[in-house]
């Protein structure tokens, strides 16, 4: 049985009565063409079911065929991490608009140049780098900037696309006193990720203005870490009425390491997040929180490599405080 075979541009410029070179310009949209030599490629394109291949429109057009995802982290177990699913998810649903595949890669923490070998990578049309630290945005290459975004803290050459967890931090904190708390700790992300500054900067200006002392402990925004972190918060500070971790996952942990110290929650210790996740209302007793909308910050990331926007400096997502019964 024989197929039917596909149209190709050569199919259409004949048909147009054009050269090649004529069609190409106008179906990639790149350079000169007179309107009648548009109107006759673009209906005979039209008329013949002409669909330009992507790998070929790439390397006319400099666009590249592939967004990767590259996320920054100690191991390869980064990736499992429900956040990352959230901003794959809707970055691929940008690129599927503009027939771009979608790869996604695990950046050694402790290798920073891996981020500049990665961008030399053959049809990558823009980088989404998530979890990004400053000594691997730097080994950008040049030719590839303006195609590069961050989730998170970006530099003067890569724009960055994040949540305002200084806000969020303060409201959600903020919310812990009017409640009545006063000895709030906290359990932050991972000191190498300089995204959580800005929040843990927001928790110890809160206690400053309401007379508290700062009571931190590192996390790594998993559950077992807070479950960890709550045995030594209780430990080192007993009298302590409240935790805000900055993670939903976090805190859940929090909740079960309270737990299994008989602690209650909220009636002993108050217990909050941040982030918002379908399972911080599932929780026993449902999580309060700070909204972190992922999907709209990784959608504009992938829009503005892929799209080639003029990108520059920060652009930060508000964050809703979200009162449940643990707070």
């Not at 070179?21 to 179906?27: E, G, L, P």
């Not at 918060?233 to 309270?258: C, H, K, N, Q, Y």
Request: net charge neutral; proline share 6%.
């Amino acid at each position: 049985m024989t197929g039917v075979r596909t149209a190709t541009l050569d199919d259409v410029a004949r048909a147009a009565g054009v050269s090649r070179a004529t069609a190409s310009r106008v179906i990639t949209g790149q350079g000169p063409a007179s309107p009648r030599a548009r109107d006759s490629v673009t209906a005979a394109a039209a008329a013949l079911g002409y669909v330009p291949d992507a790998s070929a429109r790439a390397l006319v057009t400099r666009t590249g065929t592939r967004l990767a995802i590259a996320v920054i982290g100690h191991t390869a177990a980064v990736l499992d991490d429900p956040y990352v699913g959230r901003v794959l998810t809707s970055a691929a649903h940008v690129a599927a608009e503009r027939e771009v595949g979608v790869s996604l890669h695990w950046l050694p923490l402790n290798d920073p140049g891996s981020l500049a070998r990665l961008a030399d990578g053959r049809g990558l049309g823009g980088l989404v780098v998530v979890n990004p630290t400053r000594p691997a945005l730097e080994t950008v290459p040049r030719e590839l900037r303006g195609r590069v975004a961050a989730v998170g803290v970006g530099t003067r050459h890569v724009p960055s696309f994040d949540v305002d967890n200084r806000a969020g931090t303060d409201g959600v904190v903020r919310h812990l006193v009017r409640t009545g708390r006063r000895r709030i700790a906290m359990v932050t992300g991972p000191a190498w990720l300089p995204c959580g500054d800005r929040a843990v900067e927001a928790y110890r200006t809160v206690l400053h203005d309401n007379g508290g002392e700062p009571r931190v402990v590192p996390g790594d925004f998993t559950a077992a870490r807070g479950a960890e972190a709550a045995v030594e918060i209780m430990a080192r500070w007993p009298d302590t009425d409240a935790v805000f971790a900055l993670s939903d996952l976090t805190a859940l942990g929090v909740l079960d390491g309270l737990h299994a110290l008989g602690v209650r929650v909220p009636g002993d210790v108050a217990v909050a997040g941040f982030d918002d996740i379908a399972f911080a209302g599932l929780s026993r007793p449902a999580l309060t929180t700070s909204t972190h909308p992922v999907e709209d910050i990784a959608a504009a990331a992938a829009q503005a490599v892929l799209d080639r926007r003029d990108m520059s400096g920060a652009t930060f997502y508000p964050s809703a405080l979200v009162v449940r019964e643990s707070a």
